[in-house]
């Protein structure tokens, strides 16, 4: 199958006064069609930056890239016309109703009056945006807002779509709302790429995750791949007596997948299981054999957090010029 | 050809758009509505008790100097309106879009003329009560208004420019009062030019608002006698000298402009 979105040894430099900062750093990309790219990394990372080059707004240093079979930098009209972009800060227009947002966006892609306004009333329906379709903007909701720049995005039915961090900020309702409308799209057909800070996300969405660091792509697989490498969940306890850590390190040990680390305090471990429930049962059984008391106890999905202290050994934490730069 | 056709068609676009904001937000609306009106009066009266002009009256003398300063100052619009789009995102959207990249500049520039528009049929209405009279033709005073209409407009594209460079739109706001203010008041909008200090009337002579200005007042028989005491070239051949000006502004700004917006992305 051909890849739709084919980037390689993508470069972005940016000057700054403490010298030269690469928010992009040789990055390659691949997504074959029909299928769903999940670029997974924290603020500053470089996923925007990516995104904005792929969809031409944003020209590379270096490197080549194609959307649908067209070079983004020689032909950026082309690579416009079939792709749609909803990106982080929904950008739709708040004195405008969202049925006049979309319908000025189809006049755009001259589907024709007629068309553009039946497309506008079709997507508002789509989305839930039935109600509020007549009223200005201004009065939505952040998930309102960007269920209409996502709806934007889609006006002329793009085959390729990228959505750049499509539920940072919203509530879990609304992502769960969110969610549930890209996985139609997908089940529709487009190829998608889709920057994310939430593990959980790309696992729920994405077919492939490439995991993306300084610019960087420095893990990619299927979200199980993945897993395998990170491991799946997290037990985390929290011993009444820090005395006990020993003692406790070895009864995790018998279930952990990986390292387990100790927090600062000296009483809090986390330790990296794959079996999930059962797991947990195990290691409480243990514990509460050895006569160790814990004052809480859990069970967690990995977060972001875990998946770079298990490639990189640091975790997310970026020098704030990146995120400034994710930010514009 | 098509590359005209397409920024037009897609201009018409956002110049909808943009009439669309001025309705909703009627805050903007009334600024755009009273500001004029209030110089007219302010200066009307409050400059015309104390100025004295032979041959025509003041408040005639100081109409057109009004239309002058507002049309220009709407200007600014241009550039606020461009600096909130691109800090909300909009441009970026506009850009990933399949249309033209002049559609944006060409549509906003566009829809300011037609604010600009609006203030002078209010601004011309109010002189009309306080005994301002167009004493020319109906085609010289149509001259006359579309010649500040199209000196309005070239400042528009400095403005867009403007706003393409600067953060957020206050930047423009303030940015514009610092060189439009001394820009409108340096000149024979407001006041005669043969009483000005030398260094100042020199600057007066050759600014374009000046000849601008020279060139409504005769367009609709406001001169009087009075303001054409200047020797200086421009003041002699006003409608000229400013439509020189007002193609040398396109001819820098329009490629500028268009060029900082395809680049505005990147920084």
Known sequence: MAD???????????????????????????????????????????????????????EADGGRATVAGLDVRKDAKGVRKRIGLSGQYAAVDEYLTGFENLDMIGRIYKLGRTASRARARELLERFDLVESGDRPVKGYSGGMRRRLDLAGALVAEPPVLFLDEPTTGLDP????????????????GTTLLLTTQYLEEADRLADAIVVIDKGRAIAQGTSDELKRQVGGERIELVLTDPSQLDKARAVLATVAVSDITVDEDGRSLTAPVSGGPPDLMEALRGLDAAGIVVSDVGLRRPTLDDVFL???????????LDKQEDAA | MSVMVDALGDGAVVVKRNLIKIVRVPELMIFTLVSPIMFVLLFAYVFGSAINLQGTGYREFLIAGIFAQTVIFGATYTGAGIADDMKKGIIDRFRS?????????????????????ISIAVMAGTGLLVGWRIRTSFWEAVAGFLLLLFFAYTFSWIMAWVGLLVPSPEVVNNAAFIVIFPLTFIANTFVPLENLPTALKVFAEWNPVSSMTQATRELFGNSGGVAA??????????????VLWGLVILAIFVPLSVRQYKRAASR
Do not use: C, F
């Open chain 1, 310 to 320: 298990s490639l990189t050994g640091h975790t997310t934490e970026t020098p704030p």
């Open chain 1, 4 to 58: 739709v979105i084919h980037a390689e040894g993508l470069v972005k430099r940016y000057g700054s006064r403490s010298g030269e900062v690469r928010a992009l750093d040789g990055l390659d990309l691949a997504v074959p069609e029909g299928t769903v790219l999940g670029l997974l990394g924290p603020n500053g990372a470089g996923k925007t930056t990516a995104v904005r080059i792929l969809t031409t707004l944003l």
């Open chain 2, 229 to 242: 005491t200047s020797h200086a070239w421009p003041i002699q051949n006003p409608v000229l000298y400013t």
């Open chain 2, 97 to 117: 879009l399949p249309m033209s990249q002049a559609a944006v500049l060409v549509g906003r520039t566009a829809s300011d003329v037609l604010i600009n528009l």
């Open chain 1, 173 to 188: 309702r609304s992502r769960t709302g969110m969610w549930e409308v890209i996985r139609e799209l997908v089940r529709g």
